[in-house]
């Protein structure tokens, strides 16, 4: 499975992005497609989950209550909406499906196909 994200920009802090993920090819279903970024110097990290079929939300302690996760049927797409965006969120975003259970959802060793990364900064 090819998977794009992208949406990514420069933003001052405060500010707002969405991030987008496609499949090639195929639907989502039945997967977990999960969001992860690694910033400059650091490992990569959970961000965000949602499972395709039910809608389950996960979200990491750091982006919770600022970051959504959603999903389009019809575009069969992955919304991350970040609001309130911090110097820290800076990193590249990539966007990863697999088949996880609510245990190893924010593994990145849950996840079997990734996306090539798009680059989020935001400025202090």
């Known amino acids: 499975v090819q998977l794009q994200a992208y949406g990514g920009g420069l933003v001052q802090a405060g500010g707002f992005l969405r991030l987008s993920c496609t499949a090639s090819g195929r639907s989502f279903s039945p997967y977990t497609v999960g969001w992860f970024r690694r910033a400059p110097g650091k490992e990569r990290e959970f961000v965000a989950a949602?499972?395709?079929?039910?809608?389950?939300?996960y979200f990491s302690d750091s982006v919770k209550g600022r970051f959504t996760i959603s999903r389009d049927y019809s575009k069969n797409t992955v919304y991350l909406q970040m609001n309130s965006l911090e110097p820290e969120d800076t990193a590249v975003y990539y966007c990863?499906?697999?088949?996880?259970?609510?245990?190893?959802?924010?593994?990145?060793?849950?996840?079997?196909?990734w996306g090539q990364g798009t680059l989020v900064t935001v400025s202090s």
């Open positions: 949602i499972r395709w079929n039910g809608g389950n939300t």
């Open positions: 990863a499906i697999g088949r996880t259970i609510a245990s190893t959802v924010n593994r990145p060793s849950a996840y079997s196909d």
